[in-house]
């Protein structure tokens, strides 16, 4: 057997330096040689060689370049990982949101909620007077707008508005990058439709869980709405600033009209306050709001939303937000509109419409004399406060000021304050005396009383001796009305007071008859009003008629017929007594010339307090002095500073109109004969026999007994 043959059961070891040569050649590429390739005829006699060469190549490799499929595994193990890692965000995302979308209402049951109602109060002739209500504005349609008014908001809040699906993340993107960059200012990603969401149903509270609550709302807003009508709700209830929710509000806020009249530059300007409405208040930073505005109006043009030569008109008029002139006296009417109207239509569903009676031109006209008379004199006599309520004869409120400055006091003096009325609480007195049989003509001694260690004096200080009831009525002496409530009693006075229309709670004493016991101005001039009106009862009202926005009527005032408080024939009597006053009194300075004019003034003990009430047949008005720590003033009476206010601002009503005559005209004396009912002489009352009755159904009063004594004297009795 020859060495082959002795070696041939011996197995052959492959040539490592031939397998690397292999390999080297042709950049690494590993090649078979012909004894590698497949044997096309059945196994390969040598194939037991490849698996040792494919070791050797891989334990050669381990300190040189690996083979390109080592790399390619490389990459695959990071795709694959990136893969799994995307899953599971997805599942985290997905879970964050499940989690967070379970605290919200389920969707099927999901609503938007109602706006709170607007109360538009109107004057007489249907101008705006107020809004009331937590907007402070009604609700409005795109359709009653300019157009270019939604547009603005779109330009600079979401020009994609129209094309998303309630989340923009190009917006979004957009915003990121700017931010980024610090180009155009900080920039945000919510489109309107999140912005409605967060406004609608969720806090300003900025969390990841508020975002994405906000873009699952976003989403159901944009399934449920149309784009215009997500736009119109988003007009309504975004808030810009001073109270003012909803575009409407803002335009009579900012610019004193409504949002269907505002001009391109005023659109821009409202558009561009959403952003921070207290930063870019037009009335506190009118600089910053301009700036603003030109950004708004140069979106809308490079947008198309505008013309080019719109543009340049609107940046060359930009808006400009009107002074507020006055010292907001519309307010305190506003106000007590507010307090009655619950009696009338309750609950409030929706916006409504209230119409009023107050005149704009008497509201204003009150406001200005009150004001300027304060500022000019208040000072000097330590006056700081006053009020003015006018109604017509029927007691419709023509004008209520309820004091100097609502923007520094909203406390209605006018409505809620209770004061000391003094002299001008006389009439009561006086009107009881009369209905219990006593005339104008009835004399009383003005000299010094006492009554239970009460002893009350005149102004003057001094004493005039006997004096007609009208006397004493035209020039307010104390001592005579402190006999005539001890002759007539107190309760009597607290009934007729209370007859006429006062609430207040009046003390049944003889100080009663000087004006102790305290009322309100709205309360003493619905008194008053009946002596203006014939004799009949006064339920003083503001609402003339209630509407909702469709036009429905919720309220209408209907003519109440109250029936008479007073007899004709004392009416009369009183209002002579009244128009004395005016003529020869303490109301003479102020009297209104070819108008029948009837008055009283008012001053309170230590001068706190200082009235003046007068009338015409077309208004009633008081006017009301003093301080609300009810501190003295200097020596103000109630012929003094009210009375002032009340001739300038009667005289400006009155002026232009035809004169009329009070209504049941005024008292004559008859012939002055104690025989024949003339008027008597002091201390003697009417003869029973022609003293004229204050009623039908009040029988005739004999004389005092001091009057019965001295008959009694002359005739020899």
Do not use: C
């Not at 049941?664 to 009417?686: H, M, R, T, Y």
């Amino acid at each position: 057997m020859n060495d082959r043959s002795k070696r041939g059961g011996e197995r052959r070891e492959p040539s490592f330096e031939r397998a690397r040569d292999d390999y080297e050649r042709d950049d690494g590429d590993l090649r078979l040689s012909a004894e590698d390739r497949p044997y096309r005829g059945g196994r390969n006699p040598v194939a037991p060689r490849q698996q040792p060469r494919r070791q050797q190549n891989e334990r050669s490799n381990k300190g040189g370049r690996k083979p390109r499929r080592k790399r390619g595994s490389f990459l695959g193990r990071i795709f694959y990982w990136g893969v799994v890692m995307g899953l599971w965000a997805v599942l985290a995302v997905g879970g964050l949101v499940a989690y967070h979308a379970a605290q919200l209402p389920p969707i099927d049951q999901l609503t938007v909620p109602k706006r709170p109602p607007n109360i538009a109060i109107l004057a007489a002739d249907g101008t705006l007077l107020a809004n009331r209500g937590e907007t402070g504005g009604r609700t409005i349609t795109i359709g009653e707008v300019p157009p270019y008014l939604p547009k603005a908001f779109v330009a600079i809040e979401d020009r994609r508005f129209y094309e998303h699906f309630g989340i923009d993340p190009i917006g979004l993107g957009r915003a990121i990058v700017n931010n980024l960059s610090k180009r155009g200012g900080v920039q945000g990603g919510s489109t309107l439709t999140q912005q409605l969401a967060k406004n609608l149903f969720l806090t300003q509270e900025r969390t990841a869980a508020r975002k994405i609550q906000e873009a699952i709302l976003s989403l159901w807003l944009e399934r449920t709405y149309t784009k215009d009508q997500i736009l119109e709700l988003y007009l309504n209830r975004v808030y810009f600033g001073s109270g003012a929710y909803g575009v409407e509000a803002a335009a009579q806020r900012y610019f004193n009209k409504s949002a269907r009249s505002v001009s391109v530059a005023e659109a821009a300007m409202l558009a561009g306050l959403v952003q921070a409405p207290s930063r870019l208040a037009p009335n506190r930073n009118p600089d910053a709001a301009e700036k603003r505005a030109q950004l708004v109006i140069s979106a809308m043009a490079e947008q198309g939303l505008i013309s080019q030569a719109t543009a340049k008109t609107a940046l060359g008029a930009p808006a400009e937000v009107p002074e507020r002139v006055g010292a907001g006296s519309v307010n305190y009417a506003a106000d007590y509109v507010m307090d009655v109207l619950d009696d009338f239509i309750g609950a409030i569903e929706g916006d409504v419409t209230v119409l009023t009676t107050i005149d704009t031109r008497l509201q204003s006209s009150a406001e200005n004399i009150l004001v300027e008379a304060l500022s000019a004199q208040g000072a000097k006599l330590n006056a700081s406060q006053g009020a003015v309520v006018s109604l017509a004869p029927d007691g419709a409120i023509r004008a209520l000021i309820g004091g100097r400055d609502y923007t520094k006091s909203q406390f209605n003096r006018a409505t809620a304050a209770h004061r000391q009325p003094g002299s001008s609480f006389k009439p009561f007195v006086y009107l009881t005396a009369l209905e219990k049989g006593m005339t104008p003509d009835t004399i009383r001694d003005d000299s010094p009383v006492s009554i239970k260690g009460w002893e009350p004096e005149n102004y003057s200080r001094s004493f005039r001796g006997p004096v007609t009831l009208q006397t004493a009525f035209a020039h307010s002496l104390n001592t005579v009305v402190a006999r005539l409530i001890q002759e007539v009693t107190p309760r009597e006075v607290v009934r007729t007071a209370q007859r006429l229309g006062i609430n207040s709670s009046l003390q049944a004493n003889p100080s009663l008859s000087l004006g102790t016991s305290e009322v309100t101005p709205l309360e003493m001039t619905a008194a008053y009003a009946s002596f203006a009106n014939g004799g009949q009862s006064v339920l003083p009202y503001v609402i003339r008629e209630v509407k909702s926005t469709s036009g429905k009527v919720v309220y209408a005032r209907k003519a109440n017929n109250f029936g008479p408080v007073i007899q004709p024939q004392t009416l009369s009597m009183m209002n002579s007594m009244f128009h004395a006053v005016m003529t020869g009194g303490t109301g003479s300075k102020v009297n209104i010339p070819g108008w029948e004019v009837g008055g009283k003034s008012g001053t309170t003990q230590d001068y706190r307090d200082a009235w003046f009430i007068g009338f015409t047949g077309r208004l009633v008005t008081a006017v009301w002095v003093g301080n609300d720590d009810n501190s003295t003033m200097k020596r103000v009476t109630g012929a003094g500073l009210p009375a002032e206010i009340w001739g300038k601002y009667m005289k400006a009503a009155h002026a232009g109109q035809q004169p009329i005559q009070l209504p049941g005209g005024l008292w004559q004396s008859a012939p002055k004969s104690i025989f024949d009912g003339g008027e008597p002489v002091a201390g003697v009352a009417p003869s029973p026999r022609t003293q004229p009755a204050a009623s039908s159904d009040r029988a005739w009063v004999p004389p005092a007994p001091q009057e019965k004594n001295f008959l009694e004297r002359l005739f020899g009795g």
